[in-house]
C-alpha cells in the first residue's frame, strides 16, 4: 500500500493509533518486516481490545508483544 501510495522525500516514521487513543512510533525498518496479527494457532483474532490473548495487533520484531499496538486503527506517515 505504501509502495502506491508513494512516501514523502526523507525519512520518514509511522505513527500507529489504536482506538483508546494509544499512539506509537516506528521506524521504516520496523514497519518493513511488521504483520498485522488476525489469527494465532490458526484461530481468529478478535476486535475485542480488552482481550489481552486474541484482539487484533500490530507486531513488530525485536519489540515484545506487551508494546505491540491492540487494534491498530490508523497509520500516518510522518516526517522523521
Same mark, same amino acid.
Given at each position: =500500500?505504501? *509502495?502506491?501510495? !508513494?512516501?514523502?522525500? #526523507?525519512?520518514?516514521?509511522? @505513527?500507529?493509533?489504536?482506538?483508546? #487513543?494509544?499512539? @506509537?512510533?516506528?521506524? $521504516?525498518?520496523?514497519?518493513? #518486516?511488521?504483520?498485522? !496479527?488476525?489469527? %494465532? *494457532?490458526?484461530?481468529?483474532?478478535? *476486535? *475485542? =481490545?480488552?482481550?489481552?490473548?486474541?484482539?487484533?495487533? $500490530?507486531? %513488530?520484531? #525485536?519489540?515484545?508483544n506487551d508494546m505491540?499496538? @491492540?487494534?491498530?486503527?490508523? %497509520?500516518? =506517515?510522518?516526517?522523521a
Amino acid at each position: =500500500i505504501v *509502495n502506491k501510495a !508513494g512516501l514523502p522525500q #526523507g525519512n520518514v516514521s509511522f @505513527k500507529i493509533s489504536a482506538p483508546d #487513543g494509544y499512539t @506509537k512510533l516506528y521506524t $521504516m525498518e520496523q514497519m518493513q #518486516g511488521s504483520i498485522l !496479527g488476525l489469527k %494465532v *494457532n490458526d484461530t481468529a483474532m478478535t *476486535n *475485542n =481490545i480488552n482481550d489481552k490473548a486474541k484482539s487484533i495487533r $500490530m507486531i %513488530v520484531p #525485536g519489540e515484545t508483544n506487551d508494546m505491540w499496538i @491492540k487494534m491498530p486503527t490508523k %497509520v500516518e =506517515i510522518v516526517p522523521a
